[in-house]
């Protein structure tokens, strides 16, 4: 029994130490921002007729952690920042961040809301999201893609699960674990 708990232990440390730091940018943020009240986004963004009837319910306003595809255009970005409510930040932060840059492959762009993401791992095609919950702000970041598609997983510093995002599932979607409740 003490030598099956002693190869037990041994392959999870084992294990940990194959995962890889993942580089990552922060290319915007902010500590303060909140998502603009249901009646402020409603006047300002769900009336407009390019998202009546289904921005309140869009994916981007009822989820904290928005991947990104690589692929999208800056109508896709703004749709992105209007549905979500990023459209309140008052920086030049849009054009650091998409406009300026070129298109690249080779990273994979997050947007965590209401998360301060504090270390990414690598281990298997799972990028391991550490994040913080906050009452406040947003970061806008690139993680180096270390491998093609894979999933990223977004846990507490203390292990608990938030979400998981999987690249390669058809359409990529943030499943939750079924006690998690989204703001």
Not at 98 to 121: A, C, G, T, W
């Amino acid at each position: 029994m003490r030598a099956a708990l002693l190869v037990f232990i041994t392959l999870v440390y084992s294990q940990a130490a194959l995962a890889e730091s993942a580089p990552f940018q922060v290319c915007a943020e902010s500590t303060t921002w909140m998502r603009p009240s249901p009646e402020l986004q409603a006047n300002k963004i769900w009336n407009d007729s390019r998202y009546k009837g289904f921005g309140k319910d869009a994916y981007a306003w009822t989820h904290d952690f928005l991947v990104l595809d690589e692929y999208m255009d800056i109508s896709g970005i703004l749709a992105v920042t209007n549905l979500s409510g990023l459209w309140t930040v008052k920086n030049d932060w849009l054009r650091k961040c998409y406009l300026d840059r070129p298109h690249n492959i080779y990273r994979i762009e997050l947007v965590s809301l209401f998360h301060r993401v504090k270390e990414i791992q690598y281990d298997n095609d799972t990028y391991t999201v550490v994040v913080e919950p906050s009452d406040k702000g947003f970061q806008w970041l690139f993680i180096r893609r270390i491998n093609g598609g894979g999933v990223l997983r977004f846990v507490t510093p203390q292990g608990k699960q938030l979400g998981e995002w999987d690249e390669r599932a058809a359409p990529a979607r943030l499943t939750l674990p079924k006690e998690t409740t989204v703001k």
